[in-house]
């Protein structure tokens, strides 16, 4: 059950602070998927930190806009992201996130494309809600680390296990060997069929 499963980062992370925290069990999720496991597959909770960190990543790289580009904004990783900021209680983000994602869906596909293009002239209400995103971003991210809150969150979940970034590897490997009908899906991968 994948309730069951562990959350994993490497015991030199923990020593080194924050991002590397995150940075260790993005690591390993990449890792996993790479793999060929699927989301179902590994910690929900490792997939939450996961996508909060890239969400993060995009919006802080690029805008709200970036991250909806990059992602076409599915209904799975609004999910992701809504249940792991709600876990971290970064409250401010968590606001933040439904308002843009609220405004963005209430665009036309005619509005959505020109918000994409950075040309767009929708409704004067949810225009402001998501030309205000990027700079509140910012604001709440000062007094909400998103990072800290993330590892933090992380550290203290009874899920975690923590292992020597020398077993990292040993890890990965153990998952992948558990895939039922691993051959089948590997050879459907180099098929460039996607996973079932």
């Known amino acids: ?13 923990i020593e080194e602070g924050a991002d590397s925290i995150v940075y ?3 690591t390993i999720v990449n890792a996993l998927l790479s793999g060929l496991l699927e989301i179902g ?22 805008g709200f806009a970036q991250f909806v580009v990059n992602s076409g904004l599915p209904d799975s990783l609004v999910e992701w992201v809504r249940d792991g900021l709600e876990g971290m209680d970064a409250h401010g983000h968590a606001a933040l996130f439904e308002r843009a994602v609220d405004a963005y869906q209430t665009l036309n596909d005619e509005e959505r ?23 509140e971003f910012e604001r709440i991210d000062d ?13 203290a ?8 970034r020398a077993e990292v590897d040993d890890f990965v490997a153990s ?22």
């Open 41 to 62: 597959e590994i910690a929900p909770n490792a997939i939450r930190s996961y996508y909060v960190d890239y969400y993060l990543a995009e919006v802080s790289n690029g």
């Open 175 to 196: 998952r992948i060997a558990l895939i039922d009908g691993l051959e089948a899906r590997r050879a459907a991968a180099e098929a460039g069929d996607p996973a079932e």
């Open 143 to 155: 007094a909400e680390d998103l990072t800290e809150l993330n590892a933090a969150w992380l550290t």
């Open 1 to 13: 059950m994948a309730s069951e499963l562990p959350v994993v980062v490497s015991a030199e992370s």
């Open 24 to 26: 260790s069990n993005v």
């Open 113 to 135: 494309e020109g918000f994409l293009e950075g040309e767009f002239f929708g409704d004067s209400e949810t225009r402001d809600i998501l030309e205000a995103v990027d700079d």
């Open 157 to 164: 979940l009874p899920e975690l296990r923590v292992v020597p």
